[in-house]
Every structure is written in C-alpha cells, then in structure tokens.
C-alpha cells in the first residue's frame, strides 16, 4: 500500500552526509562500523469501544495491520517505529473521556486516535495539547477548527452524503422520502442537511423520524412502522407510503428498521447513508438498497486505474487475508494513522507541536479518499463519493 503525498522531504542530504562521515571514520584508520541504534519508538494512543457491538472491533484491527505497514515502510520516518497504546472505553462516556486524559498526560504518546464520545472530545478541546484525531463523523468535533486547534475528524461528512442522495432519488424518479435517523449529533446532521438538499432537488420529506441509540428492537420497529401510518405524514403525494426511505442509521438499527418495514408491508426502495452498512456483503432484504460510500467499498471488485486505487486494492486484500472478511469502517482507522506517519515524517519530528502545524498541511491520496486538513478546515475526507447498490450478495 502506497501513500501518496503532496510534498515530503528530500533525504539526499541527510543519505550524503551519512556516507560521507562513514568515508572519514574509515581513512582514519578506524575499521569498525558503528552499531545500529534501535528505532525511536513513536507511541500513538488509541481509545475505542471494544466491548459492546459496533466499529471499534474493526477500528483495531485497522490500526493493528496498518501500523504494520507503516514500519515495514518507514511511513512515519527512517530510523522510527510507531506503537500502539489501545484503551477500551466500553462504550462509556465517563471512561472515554478518562482514556483520553490518561494519554494527553503520557510524554510518551504524541498523538491520539479516538472512536465512541464526539461529546468527549468536544468537552476536552480546550484543554487538550496534543493531536487528537476523531473517527467520527459529528461536525461539532472538529469544527469550527480555531476552537479545535489539537482536533482532526476522518469520517464521513453528512453535507456531502445528504447532497448525493437527494440527487440520486431525483435520478431515480422518487418524489417523496421518508427519512429514519439515529438520535445522535451526526443523525440529527444528516436529517438537517438532507432536508436542505431534497428541497433543493423537489423532493418532498413525509417523515423525519428520529430513533434513539437506547431504543430497543420494538421500539426501534414500531418508529419505523410509523412512516406508513397515513395519519402521521403531512404529504399528500404519497398515497401508499413513501416512493423512498432514507435509512441514516448505524448498521445494527439500520438492519432492524430495514426488516421492520418490510414486514409492515414497504415495498419501496431504501437509500442509506454510509453508517448504515458495515459489511461488503449484503442480505436480501436489502436487496436494491442504493448507498452511499466511498471508493474503498468496492475496490476489490474493479481494475485499479490509478495508484490511489491499486493502494485500496491492496488494502482490502490484505484486511480480507488477515481478518477473513471486510468492514467498511476500517478505512477510517487506517487512514488516521497514515495521517499521522505522514505528518510526523514530514515535521521530521515527534513534536506534539510540530506532529499538529504538520497536520493542517496534509494532503494524501488515503484509503478511504483524498484527505485534506487546512488551519480552517480539521475534517479530512474531500469528495470521492460513490453510490452502490446491493446486487445480489454485494454492493456493486
């Protein structure tokens, strides 16, 4: 897996000075080669939710095969090895917020990837002095970025997925859309700007039904049930339910609302932001679903056209031939630390610092898509959307 980056550092000074000082010590009469120093270790804290069911399971694998080939490859710099220091919070709040303060407060970590509490990281921005990178995809985490000067956001950006699909019903022929999303800050996100973006494109919204994160499956089913309760929309185009139900939930209750529906008797299509699918294959009750992802989702599947694309290639191929199957999340995960080997190597240095001014200049060809962070902008992913479909067993 290549990383391709916008600029780096020429190592032909640092290469000719070596050899020549080699040169010298030899005509001195001196025949001894001198040891190899053992690397300098870079620790990278993590904290993720391990426990309880979700991406953090595929978080970590990420991060432990691409840490892998960050040294194989001296991403991060000759002469460094990046480490690993993982914290399960376990889903809880509380915990999450004291892994991160246990890192910050460890000389040893230069910088942190964290998953499972936006709200974490948004309470400790102002405190925080080292870089923080959240695998999120909550707008608040990162933004606005001079209130979030330690904090970066790899995660899928809800204004770019609402716009590809409202335009994508609009292709499709749907007039009207019934909208399902989770209660949390980036559910309620992708309902605002889904919103915005079907007016602008004449769709018409029937429902905006919100599902909290504690509701269990009968709640869950009986939410979800209430978009073809004619007595609870306010169109008056849909006569049989919704031409559309936009699913902007994590795979578990996306799944749920899914079954719910078509046994409540939806016989439409579903559309789904990229939270809603975890997995490269896809059962049948899904059948149709149009998703919207990025490139990675599929690149197992074409000709690699560019070295940004052979890179995912290679990436998924090499996930499937470790882990035995592929989760669509994991590309955040890898991508935050390339970020980072990127960026240190570029700081020529493990600088908390220096690591964060080197973050706001990165521009690489990642796993998931381009990434670009600037001084106003700490969300990375730029563009490269795809919209799937399930065929078969597989989103194609």
Same mark, same amino acid.
């Given at each position: 897996?290549?990383?391709?980056?916008?600029?780096f550092?020429?190592?032909?000074?640092?290469?000719?000075?070596?050899?020549?000082?080699?040169?010298?010590?030899?005509?001195?009469?001196?025949g001894?080669?001198?040891?190899?120093?053992?690397?300098?270790?870079?620790?990278?804290?993590?904290d993720?939710?391990?426990?309880?069911?979700?991406?953090?399971?595929?978080?970590?694998?990420?991060?432990?095969?691409?840490?892998?080939?960050?040294?194989?490859?001296?991403?991060?710099?000759?002469?460094?090895?990046v480490?690993?220091?993982?914290?399960?919070?376990?889903?809880?709040?509380?915990?999450?917020?004291?892994?991160?303060?246990?890192?910050?407060?460890?000389?040893?970590?230069?910088?942190?990837?964290?998953?499972?509490?936006?709200?974490?990281?948004?309470?400790?921005?102002?405190?925080?002095?080292?870089?923080?990178?959240?695998?999120?995809?909550?707008?608040?985490?990162?933004?606005?970025?001079?209130?979030?000067?330690?904090?970066?956001?790899?995660?899928?950006?809800?204004?770019?997925? =609402? !716009?590809? &699909? *409202?335009?994508t019903?609009?292709?499709? +022929?749907?007039?009207? @859309? %019934?909208?399902?999303? #989770?209660?949390? /800050?980036?559910?309620?996100?992708?309902?605002?700007?889904?919103?915005?973006?079907?007016?602008?494109?004449?769709?018409?919204?029937?429902?905006?039904?919100?599902?909290?994160?504690t509701?269990?499956?009968?709640?869950?089913?009986?939410l979800?049930?209430?978009?073809?309760?004619?007595?609870?929309?306010?169109?008056?185009?849909?006569?049989?339910?919704?031409?559309?139900?936009?699913?902007?939930?994590?795979?578990?209750?996306?799944?749920?609302?899914?079954q719910?529906?078509?046994?409540?008797?939806?016989?439409?299509?579903?559309?789904?932001?990229?939270?809603? =699918? !975890?997995? &490269? *294959?896809?059962?049948?009750?899904?059948? +149709?679903?149009?998703? @919207? %992802?990025?490139?990675? #989702?599929?690149? /197992?599947?074409?000709?690699?056209?560019?070295?940004?694309?052979?890179?995912?290639?290679?990436?998924?191929?090499?996930?499937?031939?470790?882990?035995?199957?592929?989760?669509?999340?994991?590309?955040?995960?890898?991508?935050?630390?390339?970020?980072?080997?990127?960026?240190?190597d570029?700081?020529?240095?493990?600088?908390?610092?220096?690591?964060?001014?080197?973050?706001?200049?990165?521009?690489?060809?990642?796993?998931?898509?381009?990434?670009?962070?600037?001084?106003?902008?700490?969300?990375?992913?730029?563009?490269?959307?795809?919209?799937?479909?399930?065929?078969? !067993?597989?989103?194609?």
């Amino acid at each position: 897996m290549s990383v391709h980056r916008s600029s780096f550092r020429p190592r032909t000074g640092r290469l000719a000075a070596a050899v020549l000082a080699a040169t010298v010590s030899m005509a001195a009469g001196c025949g001894v080669w001198p040891t190899p120093t053992a690397p300098e270790p870079v620790v990278v804290g993590v904290d993720v939710n391990l426990t309880d069911r979700g991406p953090g399971a595929a978080y970590d694998n990420a991060l432990r095969l691409v840490v892998e080939q960050v040294n194989e490859r001296a991403l991060a710099g000759a002469g460094r090895r990046v480490e690993l220091r993982v914290l399960d919070n376990r889903g809880d709040r509380a915990l999450s917020a004291q892994n991160l303060a246990s890192l910050a407060a460890d000389p040893q970590v230069v910088a942190v990837v964290t998953a499972g509490c936006g709200a974490c990281v948004v309470e400790a921005a102002g405190s925080l002095a080292l870089p923080v990178i959240a695998l999120t995809g909550e707008e608040a985490v990162a933004a606005p970025a001079v209130q979030r000067r330690w904090v970066f956001r790899l995660g899928p950006n809800a204004v770019d997925d =609402a !716009d590809a &699909l *409202a335009a994508t019903m609009a292709g499709d +022929g749907v007039s009207t @859309v %019934a909208v399902i999303a #989770a209660g949390d /800050a980036y559910g309620q996100d992708g309902a605002r700007w889904f919103a915005a973006a079907a007016a602008r494109d004449g769709l018409e919204v029937t429902a905006m039904v919100e599902v909290p994160a504690t509701a269990d499956q009968a709640t869950v089913t009986e939410l979800a049930a209430s978009v073809l309760d004619r007595r609870r929309r306010t169109s008056t185009r849909d006569t049989d339910g919704p031409d559309a139900v936009l699913l902007w939930l994590p795979a578990p209750q996306a799944a749920t609302v899914a079954q719910g529906l078509r046994a409540a008797g939806y016989r439409g299509r579903f559309y789904a932001d990229m939270v809603a =699918a !975890d997995e &490269l *294959a896809t059962p049948e009750w899904l059948a +149709g679903t149009r998703l @919207v %992802a990025t490139p990675t #989702a599929v690149a /197992a599947e074409r000709i690699a056209a560019s070295p940004a694309a052979a890179a995912r290639q290679e990436w998924v191929l090499a996930y499937v031939s470790r882990y035995g199957g592929y989760q669509l999340h994991s590309t955040w995960a890898a991508d935050a630390l390339l970020v980072l080997a990127d960026a240190i190597d570029r700081a020529g240095s493990t600088d908390r610092a220096e690591i964060r001014d080197h973050l706001e200049y990165t521009r690489i060809d990642g796993i998931t898509g381009p990434i670009r962070f600037t001084a106003e902008q700490h969300s990375g992913l730029a563009g490269g959307l795809v919209i799937l479909t399930a065929i078969g !067993d597989r989103w194609q």
